[in-house]
Every structure is written in structure tokens, then in C-alpha cells.
């Protein structure tokens, strides 16, 4: 059964996306970079362009290890992975729907000598109807060969890719949405046994046409106590591209308790949003006192009761009493006296 469902799974593992001041994209075996320009060096390919330019371009391909290596190369669109934000890009073997259809690098296959480079061509063309703003990819670089993983289903096949940011012009519309935020809170059931924990999740919606950088601080308003009213949240995405959705989870350490609401405001490129939640975090001693204040409440509003019923009863008894006197049997008339 073991050999029958024996499956290779392909892993692309891009390091197309290191941050953008990385000299090169490198996996320490080869690299994909932009070929430089006359004036400065590259780190990226940067574009602008109307609807309907084509550009030609060309990388460079290097080779660091002893012997030769064959590549596929293809241009493929970028997005946001939605856990943690990171930034990837679409295999060859899926649908690619921008840059990755408007890229063609002047050769499939290149084959690299040992610790040598090659310089390959390519050409973007965009399209007539293309729509402003900002369109993110990659030229990529693939080793079809499969090397085995941390499990004993899973390969590897490895990939480096250069970035391509093409901004095409046209009305440029930074916008960004705070999505279904949530608090939770998880306390110990007895007070003492245990560490309380508290996180902090939403969705980071880029709702507009260009790319973001975007930053996220969470306030908290209303009773607190003890903890900080503000938190810079730090695992927001470094990069946030036009339609993404991004799952922002973050722990915080130290968060104050009390009752009131929660709300978290993020700022890029001139736009913002907020998003807030309500939040009831007692501590137990505080939680205890009203609790107690309530049920002390509780009881003297019950004795007040029972005293004025008590007194209404009371009062009520002479008057039944004289009622009845009235009602008993009437007196018998007096004889008259004859003289």
C-alpha cells in the first residue's frame, strides 16, 4: 500500500521574492537578475508603461556551482500567500492571468556553464485594455530536476525569479480594507494555574489598483487596566499588491484587561482603514468585585421588597376588622315605657 500511493509532490521554493534591496535573486546555485543598465545597477525590473507598449528587457542568468545547469524560464504573475503574506508566484503549470501572459523570455531553456552567467532577452507586451496601475511578476528560473524533501512523498524542484514591476499609466486609486477582526482572549479556569493568552486576527484587503506598504496599529478604548492602550502590529505584510487578502495573526503579550473596544487602523500611500470589535476581558479579582457588588445589590433590593409587602399587610387588618363589626346582627328595638 506503502509503493502504491507513493506520489512526488513539486514544491516550487521561490527566492524570486528576498527583500527588494538583495542584490540578486540567489538560492546559492544560481541567480536571476536584470541585466544592468548603463547608468545605475538593478535590483529588480521596473517598468512604466501605457496600454499597448511592448518592452524588451534582458536578465542574467548565473550559475555557481561546479558543474552545468539546464533552466526552464518562464514570466509568471506574483501574488500575496494569504497565512502569511509572503509574496510567490504562479507555476508554469497554472493559469496565469497578467504579467505572466504578457512576458516571453527569448528562450524556453537555457543552459548555464559552471560558474559562468548567460544573458537572455525577453520581451512584455501590454495589452491594449490593460487597466491602470500597478501589475506584479516575475522572471523565473526552474530546475526540473526533483530532489527529495523532509518527508518520503515529497520532492523538491527549486525555482529563483527576478521581480517585475510594471505600473501602467492611467488613474492611480491606493485603497485598503481592515476585514472581520477578531480579539480572543484565553483564560486559565482557575485563577493562578496558568498563563493567559491573548491574539489579535484580521484580513488586510488591498481594494485598490497599486501596490501597498501597508503598516497596522491597534488602540485600545474604553475601562483598562494595567497593559498598553497601543500596539504597532509587526506581522503585517511588507508588501501588499492590488486584490490581495491577507490573514494577519498576531499574539499580544502584556494586553491589558477591562471592557470597552478594540480597533485597528491601517495607513499606505495616503489611504487608510479601521476595523474595530468590542471586547469584555475581566481580571478575576476585579471580576470578582462585581460580581459580589452585584449580588449584594441584589439582596437589599429583595429586603426592601419584603418590607413594604410586609407593611402593606399590616395595615390592611383594622380595616377588615372594622368591616366585619359593621356586619354583625342589628340590635333589637327598645320597648316603649307605658306610663
Not at 534591496?21 to 541567480?31: I, K
Not at 533552466?71 to 509572503?86: F, I, M
Request: proline share 9%; net charge positive.
Amino acid at each position: 500500500m506503502r509503493r502504491a500511493s507513493v506520489a512526488t509532490l513539486l514544491l516550487v521554493v521561490l527566492t524570486a521574492f528576498l527583500p527588494v534591496q538583495a542584490r540578486a535573486a540567489d538560492n546559492g546555485e544560481w541567480s536571476v537578475e536584470p541585466a544592468d543598465s548603463v547608468i545605475t545597477p538593478r535590483t529588480a525590473f521596473q517598468l512604466s508603461a501605457i496600454p499597448g507598449a511592448t518592452f524588451a528587457d534582458r536578465a542574467v542568468v548565473t550559475n555557481s556551482t561546479d558543474g552545468p545547469l539546464t533552466l526552464r524560464l518562464h514570466v509568471a504573475d506574483a501574488y500575496n500567500t494569504p497565512r502569511d503574506g509572503g509574496l510567490a508566484v504562479r507555476g508554469e503549470e497554472e493559469t496565469q492571468r497578467d504579467v505572466g501572459t504578457w512576458g516571453k523570455p527569448e528562450h524556453d531553456v537555457v543552459t548555464v556553464p559552471a560558474h559562468a552567467s548567460v544573458t537572455v532577452p525577453f520581451t512584455l507586451t501590454v495589452p491594449a485594455d490593460a487597466p491602470p496601475g500597478d501589475h506584479v511578476g516575475a522572471l523565473v528560473a526552474v530546475d526540473d530536476r526533483v530532489q527529495p524533501g523532509a518527508g518520503s512523498f515529497i520532492g523538491v524542484r527549486r525555482a529563483v525569479g527576478a521581480r517585475i514591476y510594471l505600473r501602467v499609466e492611467g488613474p492611480q486609486r491606493p485603497a485598503l480594507a481592515v476585514e472581520g477582526l477578531r480579539l480572543t482572549t484565553r483564560n486559565p479556569p482557575v485563577p493562578g494555574t496558568g498563563d493567559s493568552s491573548t491574539t489579535v486576527s484580521f484580513t488586510l484587503h488591498n481594494t485598490g489598483n497599486v501596490k501597498l506598504d501597508p503598516r497596522a496599529t491597534l488602540r485600545v478604548g474604553g475601562i483598562r487596566v494595567g497593559g498598553p492602550a497601543t500596539k504597532q502590529l509587526t506581522n503585517v505584510p511588507a508588501e501588499l499588491l492590488p486584490g490581495e487578502k491577507v490573514q494577519v495573526t498576531e499574539g499580544w503579550e502584556g494586553a491589558p484587561s477591562g471592557w470597552g473596544e478594540v480597533t485597528v487602523t491601517a495607513t499606505a500611500n495616503g489611504a487608510d482603514a479601521t476595523g474595530s470589535v468590542g471586547f469584555l476581558d475581566l481580571p478575576w479579582i476585579l471580576l470578582g468585585a462585581v460580581l459580589a457588588l452585584l449580588a449584594g445589590g441584589s439582596a437589599v433590593l429583595v429586603v426592601r421588597r419584603r418590607r413594604r409587602g410586609g407593611r402593606g399587610r399590616t395595615g390592611a387588618r383594622p380595616a377588615a376588622g372594622r368591616a366585619r363589626r359593621r356586619q354583625g346582627p342589628p340590635r333589637s328595638p327598645r320597648k316603649p315605657l307605658v306610663a
